[in-house]
């Protein structure tokens, strides 16, 4: 099974490393405007495959992509200390406009992740520019990913026994579902109970203050953020190229919200198979309604909504 990146740049080599790591994929094809860079990266990662999996790794330009059952798209602007995911929205979405097209001829029959921010956003756009194609962004797995270690932190437990959401917007707006949060099973604030651990409105602030301000302590230290997510966009194509029904935070375009944001979704072949609604409390609710909103007024400054407004 092939997997194509485009965007060789932390995120998009990052991701590649990660699958290779992992085994997610037999075949992995990296494209990139600046083509040494993409090969340079293709071949640092394929060093890595006789000790790991033994993943084919080459690089190439987006015709190269032909064949790819999933293509990551990582192409476009980093955020910069002190910009927000939105601030970040004209100079990707011009980019994308002219990128998306090209990766779709392509690869015709490849489901679409998005990962360049802000991706909510722009797993929108991409539906408006191809419709009828599988396209999913990675959302807020990362952020709910977070939310586990961090509440794995004060639990004392392993982190994959913590299970947490994060929804809505990637970003600043999001989020965290305490009220559906668990630990082995009991909600949270059982769990800790039970194990005469703390518990209070404090702990859980500070716990979202984490989860919230993770990427942007991450960026003030060393630039970027690549390592978490790498690993979340190796998860999300294999879950894809397994058909494996898995329950993640992906963002997709949802209705009710009139905007694409992050939700439990059951992810297969061809992305997204369906919507989980959680159930949330009265605050939470109201959270993700204004969430959306955010959402819907950054797309707005878009040429391809700002006619509609």
Known sequence: ????????????ATAAYAMVLRGSCSELLLTDLDAARAGAEAQDIAHASPVSHGTRVASG?????AGSRVVIVAAGANQQPGESRLDLLSKN??????????VAAAAPDAALLIATNPVDILTDLTVRLLPGRAV??????????????????RAGVDATHVHASVLGEHGDSEVIAWSSVTV????????????DLPWTTDTRAEIEAGTRGAAAAIIQGKRATYYGIGAA???????ILADRRAILTVSAPTPAYGVSLSLPRIVGAGGVLNTVMPLLDA???????????????????????????
């Open 184 to 195: 082995a099973g009991l909600p949270v604030a059982a769990f800790m109970a039970a194990r």
């Open 136 to 153: 999913l962004g990675s959302g807020t797995v990362l952020d709910s990913a977070r939310l586990r270690w961090l509440t794995a932190e």
């Open 233 to 239: 966009l190796a998860r999300i194509t294999e879950r």
């Open 93 to 102: 979405a011009a980019i994308f406009r002219d990128l998306l097209p090209q």
């Open 1 to 12: 099974m092939k997997v194509g990146v485009v965007g060789a740049g932390l995120v998009g």
């Open 283 to 309: 605050a939470e609710t109201a959270a993700l309604d204004v969430s959306a909103g955010v959402l819907r007024a950054a797309r707005a400054n878009l040429a391809e909504w700002a006619s509609e407004a």
């Open 61 to 65: 330009p987006l015709e190269a992509l």
